[in-house]
């Protein structure tokens, strides 16, 4: 079991923690504050920061150990997520009490683009994202917390799947479980964070890719679409076939959706 899922879960996977939804949590004062600022201070100046981060990484070739692992550190104790496949994000759509779906703040903070991917959830009457500060996105504070229903909730996460999103949850003040993003490699700070600078702010899947040699046609599909470069191939009797690299692989399922010949199936990690 993971450090995440031993502090938070209590001897289980740590999402599957009925304390992690519990209504106290959503009133925390702290938290109330935090979210408050979150727009701000975690998103705006999160990739301002990165932007110099990445020049440093680039200048040194890695981080210096205590800068990593403080923004590790703080992202576990904040705002900290894990990827989750699509069937995993249905069992937590729909314990929610309610759901908006809300304006991508990383694809607004880049390109003031809005991306309607993300959803607040709430597992109490007391949503937390009442506190969010809407002008960030340029609105009126009732503005752009666009309500919707669990299960067209799920059926927008499956389009945004078929166009290559990654689903991920998110503690607003960690364990309070709060968020649903589904984007890409080339949009969330998160991600690019991942790839950029080789900090982990976000955890793996409890599952992983694994392939059917023998169902494999090796087209190549599987790929285009993995945004974590965890599948490569290999040659036998004139064939290819895909490899799946399971410490790069995050277990977000995009490369199955891709396989035409289903030779690709999520296996507990």
Known sequence: ????CSQHGDGKVWYKNAKNYSQDLASDIQRRKYIEQFLDTTIKDGFATLGRLETLFQRRGRLPDAIKKGMEEQAKREHYGQVLPIEEIRELVMKAATIVRMPCACRWTI???EARCCYGVSFSPDAWYKDLDMSYFGKASDEGLETVAREDAIRQMEQLEEKGAVHTIWTMMTPFIGAICNCTLHDCIAMKTLSGI???TMARAECVAAVDEKACTGCGLCRE???????????????FRAVIDREKCYGCGLCRTACAAEAITLVQR
């Open 1 to 4: 079991m993971c450090e995440f």
């Open 198 to 200: 080789k900090v982990d």
């Open 111 to 113: 390109s003031r683009t």
């Open 225 to 239: 679409k993995c945004q974590f470069d965890a599948i490569s191939y290999t040659q036998a009797s004139g064939s």
